[in-house]
């Protein structure tokens, strides 16, 4: 019994770091798209994830709620903050702390970006 145990748990950790990678890839297109859209640059290429926890999505099934922080740059000097929330895999909102008003991109916020 432990042996299936552990057998158990491994796979569960390597479920979780595949998954996760998979969300990662998924928020640095999202986040990347969304700087081109903007003609901004996406600084490191990179996203972090700083929040994790669960959350039912539209069918009630319980998903992995990713938070993704970013950073980005208008014209090369200055560095804007932005953060990306996943559903599962699936973009639920992205935030960008534009000088001119945040913008906020999502499934809520409808197609394109919409200022607040």
Not at 7 to 15: D, K, N, Q, R, Y
Not at 42 to 52: C, E, F, I, R, S
Not at 56 to 73: T, W
């Amino acid at each position: 019994m432990t042996i299936l145990a552990a057998i158990f748990a491994v796979g569960a950790v390597i479920w979780f770091w595949s998954d996760s990678l998979r969300a990662r890839e998924q928020a640095l297109r999202v986040c990347g798209a969304a700087c081109r859209q903007l003609d901004v640059q996406l600084l490191d290429q990179t996203v972090a994830v700083y929040k994790l926890g669960l959350a039912r999505d539209p069918q009630g099934r319980i998903r992995l709620r990713r938070f993704y922080g970013f950073e980005f740059s208008i014209d090369g000097v200055d560095r804007y903050r932005g953060q990306a929330v996943l559903l599962g895999h699936a973009l639920e909102l992205l935030q960008m702390d534009h000088p001119d008003g945040p913008l906020y991109q999502g499934p809520a916020a409808g197609k394109g970006f919409t200022v607040h």
